[in-house]
């Protein structure tokens, strides 16, 4: 194997490491795109922070930042500029950062295309979330619904440089399609109450069920749920247990809260068959998965497979309208294309030899502006 071949063979295992830590802080509730995680120093990512913290350790840098009194520490880069401590250097002043910056700015540009800002490394390599979703060509996720089906594009992955963009495209318009969907179904709900002369409310939000065509992963999470859920009820060991006996068949749900499988009496009794009577049937797994798919869409799961539209809104994090005016007003919102455009990754990012040459080309300087200085010139 050769060195080339094992380096990019190392990266992909970083890469890894870096996509399950993308996939865990995305899972959490309180997750903020300004939030650093530790990236893996063998990683794609990590392979390029290394090179830039060369860049920035070059001794003709670093004497030039001693004479201008700059904390490193300090230090961000953005858009070409140094920015530190209230004074900012830019490619055309006197401050001689135009003749430093070249090599600089070349990584930059890798590491962040989109000019976020970049801090200098330290003795602990970590960037912001946003900052790593854009290296790999993931666009920042802002609502539950788009966090789910970047979590899913991640767990899914094989490479970060091998996917195409399309798929991840696509299953950002089938998100769009979505909130056209809620649209309709806001529309279809004011029409039902003004023609029985009721006013608008949000148990309308609760009342009013549809399916999802999109083919999202929140319309094929829901689809194979309510499947799984159908099979349980459907199970004669299911069908045998003395709650059932006394409950309406067709009009179970499952519990997402509670873990269980819920349904009414004749009178409309609640009935709830627990989690610990459900784990002792012999449903070959099904149970499990509908466990993980109602567990991460973070819903209660019915037969037909409907969501309600409070569900839907709160996906997407937008308000719940009590009156007829605010839903007016949030179809007019929803009407209007919101796109999540995927960002482009930077050829060089999986490439080794770039890599490889940039460090080379780093060692040497460093060499000679050791050589320059121990001559004292």
Not at 55 to 78: G, H, I, K, M, Y
Not at 122 to 134: T, W
Not at 298 to 326: C, M, V, W, Y
């Amino acid at each position: 194997m050769t060195p080339l071949i094992l380096s990019k063979s190392r990266r992909q295992d970083g890469d890894k490491l870096m996509t399950t830590a993308l996939i865990e802080h995305l899972k959490a509730s309180h997750s903020t795109p300004s939030e650093t995680l530790p990236i893996p120093a063998q990683c794609s990512l990590g392979n390029w922070w290394q090179v830039y913290r060369q860049a920035l350790e070059r001794p003709r840098f670093l004497d030039w930042a001693q004479r201008q009194s700059l904390n490193l520490a300090d230090l961000t880069v953005r858009n070409g500029t140094l920015h530190t401590q209230g004074k900012t250097f830019t490619l055309d002043d006197q401050s001689d950062w135009y003749r430093l910056a070249p090599p600089v700015l070349a990584i930059a540009q890798v590491l962040d295309p989109d000019a976020l800002g970049l801090p200098v490394p330290g003795e602990h390599l970590a960037l912001s979330v946003r900052h790593i979703l854009r290296f790999y060509g993931y666009p920042q996720p802002n609502t539950r619904a788009q966090r789910a089906t970047v979590i899913d594009a991640l767990s899914h992955l094989k490479s970060f440089f091998s996917r195409a963009q399309s798929p991840l495209s696509e299953a950002f318009q089938q998100l769009e399609q979505d909130r056209q969907t809620v649209a309709q179904q806001l529309l279809a709900g004011i029409t039902v109450q003004d023609e029985d002369d009721r006013p608008f409310s949000l148990f309308t939000l609760y009342r009013s069920r549809c399916w999802l065509t999109s083919r999202s992963f929140w319309a094929r999470s829901m689809e194979a749920a309510a499947a799984l859920l159908q099979g349980i009820t459907a199970h004669p060991q299911f069908l045998a247990l003395d709650q059932t006996q006394d409950l309406v068949p067709g009009h179970y749900f499952f519990d997402v809260s509670r873990q269980s499988i819920k349904g009414a009496g004749p009178s409309g009794t609640p009935l709830e068959i627990h989690y610990e009577q459900l784990a002792q049937l012999p449903l070959e797994g099904a149970l499990e998965r509908l466990q993980d798919l109602a567990n991460t869409m973070q819903l209660s799961i019915s037969l037909d497979g409907k969501f309600n539209l409070a569900q839907l809104l709160t996906l997407h994090e937008l308000p719940l309208p009590d009156t007829r005016e605010a839903a007016w007003d949030l179809i007019e919102q929803l009407r209007i294309p919101s796109p999540i455009n995927v960002p482009p990754i930077d050829d060089q990012a999986d490439s080794d030899m770039a890599i490889q040459v940039h460090r080379q080309w780093f060692t040497a300087q460093h060499e000679r502006d050791n050589l320059a200085n121990a001559q004292g010139t």
